[in-house]
């Protein structure tokens, strides 16, 4: 009954099935492990101080940023160069723009400074100048953004001196040196702004650290994947079992090959029977009344035959009989005939409609 599993279509279906679950099971593990190191590092996270209240080290010492070195404080020495506003940026539920200047330390490198956040648009607003001379900075550290930050315009288009996104990526191509592939930001405020007081921007939890949204997709996706593996094994078995049902209807002569064919066949003819007969009835019931008209009229012209002549003839002598008198014998033939040619007729009347 299941030979048909060994056919060529089989066996790519088979092939396919056995391929299909372990990809759909790898995957489906894969997702909730990602979950469970989310969850990990939610957990150690919570266990450890704030980043923010340990103590400062140099920059150099923090590279490069990870979830531990993520929200340190960092020290570093140098001078304010170019100036950038970062705009649509949120803080406080209140649009604005970060304020970021490039501080050239004495390894030749630049790092990125977020020296506060001003409400409203970077198009026409005006903004304190960066100290001048040598300075030392303290920040918490952050990682370079990408295009899955909260808040980073990666549409282009942005007029001079604005920014989409902090990384050292963008930051390359503006300025005529290189950036450390990070940036801090300033716990403490800077007075100054058309909007009053420039605001701290606090430092953001790690990428990939936390019970955010994307940890519930993964752990969303883990569904997914393993119900894509029940669902090919379920569909596999359904049509293991339609295929062996049609197997055992044929075996068993429920379903003889070419049944269909054979059932419109036999319907054409039953068509074709019953028209045919119909035809062939209607022609007989024709015919048969025809006979039956001649006959009813032959009969009329006999029985006018048999009856006396016009009236005031005269019979011969010795035969006189009343008038209007006929032969007995000449009217019981003459009725004989007229019955006999009726029944007749009937007969092929009713022959003709038994056709």
């Known amino acids: 009954m299941y030979r048909f599993l060994l056919t060529p279509r089989w066996w790519g279906i088979n092939l396919f099935v056995v391929l299909a679950i372990p990809f759909c099971v790898f995957m489906g593990t894969w997702q909730l492990g990602r ?98 001379g040598e300075v030392t900075v303290t920040g918490d550290l952050q990682a370079s953004e990408n295009a899955r930050s909260k808040g980073v315009d990666v549409r282009g288009g942005l007029p001079g001196g604005q920014l989409g996104m902090i990384s050292a990526a963008s930051l390359v191509n503006l300025v005529p040196y290189d950036v450390y592939d990070a940036w801090v930001t300033l716990p403490k405020p800077e007075a100054g702004g058309t909007g009053g007081a420039m605001k701290p921007v606090p430092a953001a939890a790690p990428e990939g650290s936390g019970l955010d949204l994307k940890a519930f997709q993964n752990l969303g996706y883990t569904g997914e994947w393993f119900v894509f593996a029940g669902f090919v094994l379920f569909m596999w078995f359904r049509l293991v079992r339609r295929e062996a049902e049609a197997a055992r209807d044929v075996a068993l002569g429920l379903v003889p090959d070419g049944a269909e064919a054979g059932s419109e066949e036999s319907g054409a003819g039953a068509a074709g029977a019953e028209e045919s007969s119909g035809a062939a009835g209607r022609e007989g019931s024709e015919a048969g009344a025809d006979r039956l008209e001649a006959g009813a009229g032959g009969s009329e012209a006999r029985s006018d035959g048999a009856d006396v002549g016009p009236v005031g003839s005269e019979a011969p002598a010795g035969s006189r009989d009343p008038v209007g008198s006929q032969n007995p014998a000449d009217s019981q033939d003459a009725v004989g005939s007229q019955g006999s040619g009726v029944a007749g007729d009937v007969r092929a009347a009713e022959a003709g409609s038994g056709r």
Request: charged content about 30%; glycine content about 8%; proline content about 10%.
């Open 35 to 132: 979950f469970e190191d989310r969850v990990q590092s939610h957990e150690q996270a919570e266990k450890q101080p704030d980043p923010s209240t340990r103590a400062a080290k140099p920059l150099d010492e923090l590279l490069p940023v990870d979830k531990v070195t993520s929200g340190r404080p960092a020290v570093a020495t140098g001078t304010y160069a170019d100036q950038f506003l970062v705009p649509g940026r949120e803080l406080d539920d209140r649009q604005g723009f970060y304020v970021l200047n490039m501080l050239r330390t004495d390894s030749g490198k630049a790092l990125p400074v977020v020296r506060g956040w001003l409400p409203g648009s970077a198009s026409d607003a005006k903004v304190p100048a960066a100290p001048r």
